[in-house]
């Protein structure tokens, strides 16, 4: 499954985006689906994650009720709906897909497949 991340790019801070992660397959609706995060100088961290039927959701405390995730298995796509963005939220967005279900957050060794990032830059 070949994973294509768009929608990154400069922002306000309190400012909306909306990112995408375009799957190649069909098979991406077995796969539970998340977006991950690194900003400069940090290790990558788990930002929010949905199962593979989207009846189940995950979020890092530091985004709750900020950031929304879904998915449309018609489309092979997911999406991270960011609200309310802060300057901290500056990262590389990755989007990712796995056939492991993690609780409380998808674990990066459990990965099966990578996008190859966007950028959010957040300014205050």
């Known amino acids: 499954v070949q994973l294509q991340a768009s929608g990154g790019g400069l922002v306000q801070a309190e400012g909306s985006l909306r990112l995408s992660c375009a799957a190649s397959?069909?098979?991406?609706?077995?796969?539970?689906m998340g977006w991950f995060r690194q900003a400069p100088g940090k290790e990558r961290e788990a930002v929010a994650a949905i199962i593979w039927s989207g009846g189940t959701t995950q979020y890092a405390d530091s985004v709750k009720g900020r950031f929304t995730i879904s998915r449309d298995n018609a489309k092979n796509t997911i999406y991270l709906q960011m609200n309310n963005l802060k300057p901290e939220d500056t990262a590389v967005y990755y989007c990712a897909a796995t056939r492991v279900w993690s609780v409380p957050s998808m674990t990066q060794r459990n990965i099966d497949f990578w996008g190859q990032g966007t950028l959010v830059t957040v300014s205050s």
């Open positions: 397959e069909t098979t991406f609706r077995r796969y539970h």
